[in-house]
């Protein structure tokens, strides 16, 4: 774009951008004017320069000795604003065991890209921060880390154990004992006057059958399910109830359906589709990133890290990028045009951009065939690349009954299932993948196995038959991409070479979100970057792992048992395995399609769990305990959907919720058991991806929890809910001698403290322990406050290295362990997948069909395999729907008064010609509507949207989290209508029009994640 063009469209948003303030912005200006006459509470500023500013939270005397601010002190804690979870620091005033304000710890990584050693004493690492030399170790919070912490004292917030007083959804509660919480939900009974309900006792049957005619489904201990948000240092706690005590097979999580879609794609290349591995650009040596369906400094993980790098990246004069997006996102500005680039793109049609950029990059010497050609592990240290791929693999080809799967040497009776066969690129005969030699890149030649002439491709090859289906023109017209642009991105690719990166993630929530995320993550295998510095790397991970540790075993226990049986989301288990299939297959039937999708190769399904249950398929749930989860205001149509049915206690008799406010789903529950916070709680997280050193955050109570306190000293909370829970039931692996510490001797397991400084204890002495915490470290860091705690539950020689974990805020790798040379530290050692045989020999249960194991487009489809557009035509729904993260709002963070006042909704984008067609003018109320429901909401018009999408920003358009009253014991809740501003996507979501028996809403055709882009749509002024 040309730098007039530039100026033009810059010039209109800075039009629209003063209208927007004027219109959404009149009444924080109005305080903030008041604020600054009379105080921001109507109280007089202590001073005309510095207001009602804090003390600095340390003063330095000339002499340069760091002083304690009075009565204050400065505890590392971790954020949950995002997922990120950063490291941050937290200023405590200890008389009122209030937190005044939130800061970056330096230690971390998330907060320091450039952390000191983790044994530099924190007074030393204090005092680093101070004065202009502060600048270079500087430590920060994001706008939603700085401001999270007043949600410990907001009006909002649940302190109380609730039992609904009328029916669910209606807001009345009364509360109730912790005893009588336990009685009622363990033993069940006509606990609300609707008829029986089995208790937890009752449903926990470890030996019968949930459904005798379907063995595979389990036991009838699968009718609970739990879910939580995600890991955010409380999950191998959760679990170990979950799995291992109460013996249940369904557990799910936020995960599996925010951004499961990039996360299947990223599994699929990385060859793991057990934990979905993923990578992160290495910020700090790329040269070129093109970032595909995220926008670093927005979006995308690690939020903050990210765009902390790519500002000095980019200023330094070492770094170009260029987004792609619906919408103009915040990391692109006039001021970095001369490094960054914003290429606009329809919603849903990443995947052709990304086999557009496949084709190009073949046609024009662009993909690294040195790289490719290498089979195997021996061959890569041969010819000293960073990583392998199987691009030489061979593919075996239909009509074979096993096509889509790897030939092997077994195949040809020389060799044993393991090892795969490729063609030697000098002699052009069959070797072992093994072998130290290059490989020939393309092949298509027929092989004899078993005396019957087979057919057998390259998986390079299959990949470029998929991405020479169409021609450049044909994806530019998809997508909307110009050809010119596609070859321009395609030059700078090669050009760059292994310091050119394509970053992906939450983007790829559409309707081929598994199949978009797997085609553009393939980019950076055909570059040869995976593992290289500057290149695609892979996350350090944890330090270590904290549970089975060297001093403690907090996975194992006497009485553990193992889940058995079918995920409640048919998931991880081949529908030709089941006996549904069977029972066709006897009877002369075809098998397909299946009643719903079953999704093998994906995780546990929070979008298909309920759906499931309330159809029945496989099997019913009869109880639900949630941990934080709020499914109906995340997964697109599953308000007005599952919201509905979770209202009739018929369909799911026992709903119980743990959480510290009352979202849009909790607000459904029979019980809400109220949750510590974040600074009020324990736990042990790593980073998603993105950091290069072994990173592990310890988080732990830096204030007194606001929740009731127990007999034993432990506040209520999901730990303390659990371990009295258990202790109840008499389940294993909690109470008495649960946890047996590495001399054999037994512990305890009563209180949260029991579980996680023994975790805390592991984290210390992994490897190389790390050394005792001074008296001053656990001073400063108010961390000798849990001393007395530390002192009875740890032993002697343990209690000072647990502190020095707890001052740090966690353990940390020091910054020069993330390379080693021209590669990344942490190296992917599989094979990367550009043929995944796992998708190749998949057969989808609603067509029949087997799904190729290659990038693929398809567009976005729904379970039955049709287009979204058969159904819903351009002409009758002429828009597309789409989202973006917003780099203040969050999805729970509504309450968060400091960022509700910087921005308190969000607008409806539209493109300045689209509005001119719809007779909509900017600042005019609009109708969106899509064929799953309406919204309401004012215009953004604007010229930096695509043409033919509606964007709306996520966070807003709440229901529940303090914005409509509730009544407890018949007394209102504090509640303030305007926390429900704005406007959610989700609410648009839609049912899926070709699942007829058991419904649910859309979702990726082959994965099951949550589909949140591109939905069909039309918009009219209202």
């Known amino acids: 774009m040309d730098k007039k063009r530039r100026a033009l469209l810059q010039a209109g948003m800075i039009a629209g951008g003063t209208g927007a303030f004027a219109l959404g912005y009149a009444d924080p200006v109005n305080k903030a004017v008041k604020g600054l006459l009379n105080g921001t509470s109507g109280v007089p500023t202590n001073d005309a320069i510095a207001g009602n500013a804090l003390q600095p939270e340390f003063m330095m005397s000339p002499d340069g000795e760091l002083t304690m601010a009075e009565h204050q002190v400065v505890s590392p804690v971790q954020c949950f604003g995002c997922w990120t979870q950063c490291g941050l620091r937290a200023r405590v005033d200890t008389r009122t065991n209030r937190i005044l304000r939130i800061a970056g710890n330096p230690y971390h990584p998330l907060s320091n890209p450039r952390a000191p050693a983790q044994e530099t004493p924190v007074r030393e690492v204090f005092t680093q921060l101070a004065g202009e030399a502060g600048l270079e170790h500087r430590s920060t919070a994001c706008a939603r880390g700085a401001a999270l912490g007043e949600q410990l004292q907001s009006p909002y917030r649940l302190t109380r154990i609730l039992k609904r007083a009328g029916k669910r959804g209606e807001g009345k509660w009364q509360s109730i004992g912790f005893e009588q ?63 291992n005590s109460f013996g249940t097979r369904n557990f799910g999580h936020h995960g599996s359906y925010c951004g499961f879609g990039f996360r299947a794609g990223s599994g699929a290349l990385f060859n793991d589709l057990n934990k979905f591995a993923h990578g992160k650009p290495d910020w700090d040596h790329a040269r070129f990133v093109l970032c595909i369906g995220t926008s670093p400094a927005q979006a995308g993980n690690p939020f903050k890290r990210q765009g902390r790098q790519l500002a000095e990246a980019r200023s330094e004069g070492g770094l170009d990028y260029v987004v792609v997006a619906p919408t103009l996102p915040n990391s692109i500005s006039r001021q970095n045009e001369e490094r960054g680039r914003w290429v606009p793109i329809k919603p849903a049609t990443d995947d052709a951009l990304a086999l557009a950029l496949i084709r190009w990059l073949m046609e024009n010497d662009g993909i690294n065939q040195t790289y490719l050609a290498q089979p195997g592990s021996a061959a890569q240290a041969a010819a000293g690349e960073p990583s392998h791929s199987n691009a030489t693999h061979l593919v075996i080809q239909a009509p074979h009954p096993e096509a889509g799967r790897l030939l092997t040497a077994a195949d040809l009776g020389i060799g044993d299932a393991d090892t795969q066969l490729v063609v030697n690129a000098e002699s052009d005969e069959l070797m072992p993948h093994t072998s130290a030699r290059p490989a020939a890149l393309w092949v298509n030649r027929v092989v004899q196995i078993q005396g019957v002439p087979v057919q057998v491709k390259s998986s390079l090859q299959c990949l470029k038959e998929s991405a020479f289906g169409k021609s450049l023109t044909d994806y530019s017209q998809d997508c909307g991409v110009p050809v010119p642009i596609i070859e321009g991105l395609g030059r700078e690719l090669k050009r760059h070479g292994r310091q050119a990166v394509v970053d992906t993630h939450g983007g790829m929530m559409s309707g081929n979100a598994f199949y978009t995320a797997f085609a553009v993550l393939t980019l950076n295998t055909l570059l040869g970057n995976i593992n290289a510095r500057g290149g695609l790397a892979p996350g350090a991970g944890g330090v270590s792992s904290v549970e089975k540790g060297p001093r403690y075993d907090l996975v194992n226990f006497d009485g553990k048992i193992a889940p058995k049986g079918l995920f409640l989301s048919r998931n991880r288990f081949a529908y030709e395995n089941s006996s549904e299939y069977k029972r066709k297959l006897a009877a002369g039937e075809s098998p397909y399609p299946a009643r719903a999708p079953w999704f093998s190769f994906s995780s546990p399904l929070l979008t298909e769990h309920l759906a499931a249950a309330f159809a029945g398929y496989p099997y019913r749930l009869k109880a639900w305990i949630s941990h934080m989860t709020n499914p109906l205001y995340g997964i697109g149509g599953a308000q007005k959907f599952l919201g509905e049915q979770l209202k009739d206690p018929a369909k799911l008799p026992l709903f119980i919720a743990i959480d510290g406010f009352i979202n849009e789903t909790t607000a459904l529950a029979d019980y809400i058991v109220p949750d510590t916070l974040a600074y009020e709680s324990w736990g042990f997280t790593k980073p998603w991806g993105g950091v290069p050193q072994k990173t592990t955050t310890a988080r732990w109570p830096v204030v007194t929890p606001a929740t009731p306190a127990l007999p034993n000293g432990d506040h209520l909370g999901m730990e303390a809910f659990i371990i009295n829970l258990a202790k109840q039931m008499e389940l294993p692996g909690f109470g008495d001698n649960a946890i047996t510490d590495s001399q054999g001797r037994r512990h305890g397991l009563h209180r949260s403290s029991d579980f996680y400084l023994r975790a805390a204890a592991n984290l210390a002495f992994a490897g190389q322990p790390v050394p005792d915490a001074s008296a001053d470290d656990l001073m400063l860091t108010n961390a000798a406050r849990l001393m007395p705690l530390i002192s009875d539950t740890l032993a002697p020689d343990e209690r000072r290295k647990a502190g020095f974990i707890l001052s740090r805020g966690g353990r940390f790798a020091p910054f020069e362990q993330g390379w080693e040379g021209a590669m990344m530290k942490n190296r992917v050692t599989d094979t990367l997948c550009i043929w995944n045989p796992t998708i190749g020999s998949t057969i989808h249960s609603m067509t029949g069909e087997k799904l190729p194991g290659c990038a693929t487009q398809f567009g976005p489809r729904f379970a039955d395999g049709s287009p979204m557009r058969e159904h819903y035509p351009e002409r009758e729904w002429p828009l597309l729907v789409t989202s973006y993260k917003s780099h203040l709002m969050s999805s729970s963070s509504i309450g968060a008064e400091r960022l509700r006042m910087i921005h308190p909704e969000n607008p409806i984008s539209i493109n300045r010609r689209d509005a001119e067609r719809a007779g909509i003018q900017h600042g005019q109320p609009v109708r969106l509507i899509t064929p799953g429901g309406q919204v309401e909401g004012i215009a953004l018009v604007r010229d930096g949207i695509v043409q033919g999408a509606v964007a709306i920003e996520h966070g807003y358009g709440h229901t529940e989290l303090g914005a409509r009253p509730h009544r407890v014991d018949g007394t209102p809740m504090a509640a303030n209508p305007r926390l429900g501003a704005g406007v959610n996507l989700n609410d648009l979501g839609l049912m899926d029009p070709t699942r007829k028996d058991v419904a649910n809403v859309w979702l990726d055709w082959t994965s099951g994640a949550a589909v949140r882009q591109g939905l069909p749509a039309r918009i009219e002024a209202v």
Do not use: Y
């Open 181 to 243: 919480l336990l009685q009622e939900v363990v033993e069940g009974g006509n606990l609300f006057g609707e008829g029986h309900v089995d208790g937890l006792r009752a449903i926990r049957d470890l030996d019968t059958p949930v459904d005798a005619d379907n063995p595979e489904f389990g036991p009838r201990a699968n009718q609970l399910l739990v879910t939580n948000a995600g890991d955010e240092g409380r999950d191998s706690f959760l679990k170990r109830f979950v799995f």
